[in-house]
């Protein structure tokens, strides 16, 4: 696996966004945790758009979080969450690219690049 994507890029690309669906184009191999996924499950407004959401994910990894990955965002949300206004599910996705040493494609380097550095990448 080369990186994950966030949820707001995965938006991006379901709906047609040109700048996300040339990037994408170009990428193999990515994955998403399992936050990402039920981001984007419950913002579907139906069920066909459910089931579109899951056809399209189907083509992501699905990386699981370890206990590890919850005591690094329970120590990094209690640093960063003043300070930064990092919220709980930031922390925890940000939690598998810390452990992994990948990339995140997100467009909130606001809230990323204080956890996970130049690991938080902006991919368009």
């Known amino acids: 696996m080369v990186g994950f994507v966030d ?3 995965i938006i991006d690309i379901l709906r047609g966004y040109s700048p996300a669906t040339e990037w994408i184009k170009h990428q193999t191999h990515l994955g ?7 981001e984007l499950m419950k913002g579907a407004k139906n069920k066909q758009k459910q089931k579109t959401a899951k056809q399209f994910l189907a083509y992501y990894e ?12 329970m120590q990094y949300h209690a640093i960063y969450s ?9 922390t925890l996705i940000a939690s598998v690219n810390a452990r992994l040493k990948l990339p ?4 909130n380097l606001k809230h990323f690049t204080p956890l996970l550095g130049d690991l938080a990448q902006k991919p368009y």
């Open 7 to 9: 949820t707001a890029v």
């Open 62 to 73: 699905l990386v699981h979080l370890t206990s590890q990955d919850f005591e690094w965002a």
């Open 82 to 90: 003043l300070s930064h206004g990092v919220g709980i599910i930031d």
């Open 32 to 38: 998403i945790c399992p936050l990402v996924y039920m």
């Open 104 to 107: 995140l494609y997100t467009h």
